[in-house]
């Protein structure tokens, strides 16, 4: 909760990764705090600022990115930089995809570029699962137009100042509209009848810092602290209390972007030049280990899922991916990715026929459930099969990894078998810490000519 007013908020755009900031970040966050501002989207520009957008929501408490090229650097940028803002979606607390849109206010590229602009941020965060960031500015009509549904990703119209019909039909067809500093201007009438008019769950509040400092601040430099501002017009403008509306708000922001108790899983994420794919959160096996019992991701990543992730999200996140990008891809999940072979095997195939190495990570109980043909065909799509041993006997396995296949390690060591018959590139892991000899386990896979590895 807030210190100072006792409201909890979320600062729905504050760009806080331009240098104008670098000098005083801490102290401005330590305001912010102080000032209820617990949570603050930073969206960027470009891919430099973009990747110092994701960088910084790793690093602070509370920050959220959004990468992006805003239509007044498109020809600043240059068409690779789509490439270098799609690497950097996939970090980890990159909630969406902006600042993208359209600028007909200032003399920037011809819309019809814009427009394709805005058009493949749009698949992006579509492909992603990531919200959607848009400006505009005298385009309004036009950017509501390009972003057509709002489904299956939300689309967020920040700072907005264009006619009030128009964002409350935008607003009916899901979109959030982001309300800023001119909300506090006594000359925007029309933004504070539309304060009034919008549905009030597709309201959202912002800065825009630097840029727009409301009432009574107007001239300084706009920070996240001045939100609060913000908010009691919007409440008065509502005719509802600050506590409440803060409350309502801070719901809002967090559905638009997918975070707190509306985070949204992440299908892919990056570790060491690799990109692992969240396949699943099924499993049939139930490891007294298991990262799952104790933690709902990992370096930031949110990876528990509530219900099997969509194969058409899956399909598209990977067919993003350039060659060059990883060492190589490995299907995991938050379970177990034979748990879904007919998904597994198509994409594997898919992305090895474009060059792109796959690797396997599975607990090896496949041929428990699925017949020894198709088990067969899913190997051989792999350039590399790391299967969890996890223990050199099968009491000490039955003990450790708990499986509800009956006979689980007989399947298991077949599936061992196949691999090497195929002759993928195989190894056996083990986790450190279980009561198990990783000796006896390097020992057992030593004596099937296979490499052992000991995971932390
Ligand atoms: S096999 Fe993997 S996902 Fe399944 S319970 Fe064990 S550690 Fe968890």
Redesign the pocket.
């Known amino acids: 909760m807030s210190d100072s007013f006792g409201y909890r908020l979320f600062d729905t755009h504050a760009h806080l990764c331009f240098d104008s900031f670098d000098r005083d970040l801490e102290e401005v966050l330590r305001r912010a705090r102080r000032a209820g501002v617990r949570d603050v989207l930073v969206p960027g520009t470009d891919p430099p600022s973009s990747i110092k957008a994701a960088r910084m929501a790793t690093v602070y408490e509370g920050l959220w990115a959004a990468v992006g090229v805003h239509p007044n650097e498109i020809e600043a940028v240059g068409d690779e930089g789509m490439e270098a803002i799609a690497r950097t979606a996939l970090r980890p607390r990159v909630v969406a995809i902006g600042e993208t849109g359209m600028d007909l206010y200032r003399k920037g590229s011809p819309p019809a570029k814009q427009r394709e602009w805005l058009r493949r941020h749009l698949e992006l965060a579509r492909a992603l699962g990531r919200t959607l960031v848009a400006h505009s500015r005298a385009a309004e009509a036009e950017v509501v137009d390009a972003i057509g549904s709002c489904d299956p990703v939300p689309v967020v119209l920040h700072c907005y100042t264009g006619p009030v019909k128009l964002a409350v039909e935008a607003a009916r067809r899901g979109c959030y509209v982001g309300l800023a500093g001119p909300v506090t201007y006594r000359s925007n009438r029309s933004l504070r009848e539309l304060a009034g008019r919008l549905p009030p769950e597709r309201m959202l509040i912002e800065t825009d810092s630097p840029f727009l400092s409301p009432e009574p601040r107007r001239g300084s430099r706009n920070q996240p602290a001045n939100l609060e501002l913000v908010l009691q017009v919007v409440a008065r403008a509502m005719g509802a209390d600050p506590a409440g509306t803060a409350s309502l708000l801070l719901d809002n922001s967090c559905r638009a972007f997918g975070v707190g108790e509306h985070r949204r899983t992440d299908l892919f994420y990056v570790l060491d030049g690799k990109m692992y794919v969240n396949l699943t959160g099924r499993?049939?096996?139930?490891?007294t280990?298991?990262?799952?019992n104790y933690q709902d991701g990992i370096d930031g990543y949110f990876l528990q899922h509530d219900s099997e992730p969509d194969p058409d999200r899956l399909r598209s996140g990977l067919a993003l991916v350039r060659p060059d990008w990883f060492e190589e891809i490995v299907f995991c999940?938050?379970?177990?990715p034979t748990m879904r072979l007919g998904l597994l095997s198509e994409l594997a195939e898919a992305l090895s026929a474009r060059g792109i190495p796959v690797r396997l990570n599975t607990?090896g109980l496949a041929l428990s459930r699925i017949p020894e043909e198709r088990v067969r065909r899913m190997v051989s799509l792999f350039d590399r099969v790391s299967v969890?041993l996890n223990a050199p006997d099968e009491e000490s396995y039955r003990r450790i990894?708990r499986p509800s296949a009956k006979n689980a390690w007989h399947y298991l060591q077949r599936f061992i078998d196949l691999c090497r018959e195929i002759g993928c590139g195989l190894e056996l892991t083990a986790v450190r810490g279980c009561g198990v000899s990783m000796k006896a386990c390097e020992a057992l896979a030593g004596s099937k000519g296979l490499r052992f590895r000991a995971r932390g």
């Open positions: 499993c049939d096996n139930d490891c280990f298991c990262i799952r999940g938050y379970g177990e607990n969890s990894s």
